[in-house]
């Protein structure tokens, strides 16, 4: 999980292998961001989904909203070793007008 | 469209010297923002403007950092008397509006205080 008081986390897996990351947040939220980072480069929006959607998918990405238990996952199908990049939840917590960014995923494909 | 440009992207100054950032945001984008990363404390906020006004400076250190956004075309972020401490990957990122609207962030600014 990217949340609270965690450093940046790392996930290394092989090409092909499907992988999940997770996200808690601490208070309501309307919407959750994925972004990812590539060295030297600033982060880019993947996917985004709203707090009336359970799920959202674009192409191999699959993006899942649980506003009960405050969580939102990514999750990767066949990962290739373009992936290789840093990943960040945000959401807009409490409605604010800015997002707040968790620590981040550093996901690293292995060919 | 060039996105969000950011200069320079590296700066080195000295303990105690003043670095200014600039950012350009993308045309049409009514809001502005601005963060540092590291790897410690990763992506932290610091202020954001909404057509061209101050709205949220609660990220800022008070006593060395400020911003402007002097027209629609660009940002600036100011550290008086730098400090090791401020070493960081500035970045800046504009969207159409707040909240739900993707942000597009810029390459960032390196600054290295020795």
């Known amino acids: 999980s990217q949340w609270g008081e965690e450093n940046l986390q790392a996930l290394s897996i092989q090409e092909g292998e499907d992988v999940t990351m997770n996200c808690s947040y601490k208070?309501?939220?309307?919407?959750v961001h994925w972004y990812r980072q590539d060295s030297g480069r600033g982060p880019a929006l993947i996917i985004l989904?709203?707090?009336?959607?359970r799920e959202k998918r674009s192409g191999r990405l699959r993006a899942t909203l649980d506003t009960s238990s405050q969580s939102s996952s990514l999750s990767i199908t066949a990962a290739q070793c373009e992936d290789t990049a840093v990943y960040f939840c945000a959401t807009d917590t409490e409605g604010a007008d800015r997002l707040t960014f968790g620590k981040g995923t550093q996901l690293i494909i292995q060919p | 469209n060039a996105g969000v440009i950011q200069t320079p992207r590296h700066k080195v100054t000295g303990k105690g010297q003043e670095a200014t950032l600039w950012c350009e945001p993308i045309s049409g984008h009514s809001a502005v923002f601005w963060y540092r990363q590291t790897i410690v404390q990763g992506l932290e906020f610091l202020t954001y403007?909404?057509?061209?006004?101050?709205?949220?400076d609660s990220g800022m250190p008070k006593e060395r950092f400020s911003a402007q956004m002097p027209n629609q075309s660009h940002s600036t972020l100011k550290i008086q008397s730098t400090q090791p401490q401020d070493s960081a990957v500035y970045l800046c990122?504009?969207?159409?509006?707040?909240?739900?609207?993707?942000?597009?962030f810029g390459p960032g600014t390196r600054l290295t205080v020795l």
């Open positions: 990122a504009s969207s159409l509006g707040l909240g739900v609207y993707e942000q597009y």
């Open positions: 208070t309501y939220t309307t919407v």
């Open positions: 989904i709203r707090s009336n959607e």
């Open positions: 403007f909404r057509n061209q006004a101050p709205i949220d």
